[in-house]
């Protein structure tokens, strides 16, 4: 099995990345991708609960094995990496030297937390992460995809929630209840928070993008 991800350059063409199984292995269901200020491509191996680190001009290798199965990932200027583990109910940060630490989430599926520390905060099911050019990390996280699978959890939990510099958690973006009346009009500031999103009745809300973002998935 070869993977290959295609990115596109500012100019339109196409860049591929190609990941042999001679470097890493078999790649089992890769679900997010990310691209590092230097070119470096970064793969969320789910099935193989670990990230793959593709140089643009060097060999793939596996940067980090994860605690859990890995979904979004996202990448900021320094090089550190942002994990979503959905099964985990956290969010991890891994360094450029593959180690890792815990960034959001205590690994129990919940809705407290939320306005303190992203540590000690619980989240339900974050499947999609970004990161902005100041730093700030955005999650999505989604009761449905919880529901679905089978992890456990609280009722409806449709958010966006973004980590700040200084470590906080908040909501950005959702109510936390299914829904569409944030579809098709401006949904900003304090009305983004009553927004209501169902964007796939199996898999809830999934990815993120930050405009001007280093890179996201």
């Known amino acids: 099995m070869r993977a290959r991800a295609a990115c596109r350059r500012a100019e339109g063409s196409p860049a591929y990345y190609r990941l042999d199984t001679v470097d890493v292995g078999p790649v089992g269901t890769p ?36 605690p859990g199965r890995p979904y979004g990932v996202a990448v900021d200027r320094s090089g550190t990496i942002y994990a979503a583990l959905r099964r985990m109910h956290e969010v991890i940060r891994v360094a450029p030297d593959g180690s890792s630490t815990a960034f959001a989430g205590t690994g129990i599926a919940g809705q407290s937390g ?23 990390v955005y999650i999505t996280q ?31 973006a959702g109510s936390g ?33 930050v405009e001007n973002a280093p890179s996201a998935s």
């Open 114 to 136: 939320g306005g303190g520390p992203a540590i000690a905060a619980e989240t339900v099911a974050p499947n999609g992460v970004a990161v902005d050019a100041q730093g700030n």
């Open 177 to 209: 209840a299914f829904g569409t009346d944030g579809v098709g009009r401006t949904c900003a500031g304090s009305a983004a928070r009553r927004c209501k999103f169902s964007l796939s009745m199996c898999h809830g809300l999934a990815g993120v993008l």
């Open 31 to 66: 679900h997010g991708v990310a691209v590092g200020a230097d070119g470096t491509l970064y793969v969320a191996d789910t099935g193989g609960e670990r990230i793959v680190a593709r140089p643009r001009d060097g060999v793939a290798q596996t940067l980090a094995t994860t």
């Open 142 to 172: 989604s009761a449905i995809t919880s529901l679905f699978f089978g992890l456990g959890g609280p009722g409806p939990e449709e958010r966006v929630r973004v980590v700040d510099q200084g470590g906080t958690i908040r909501t950005v």
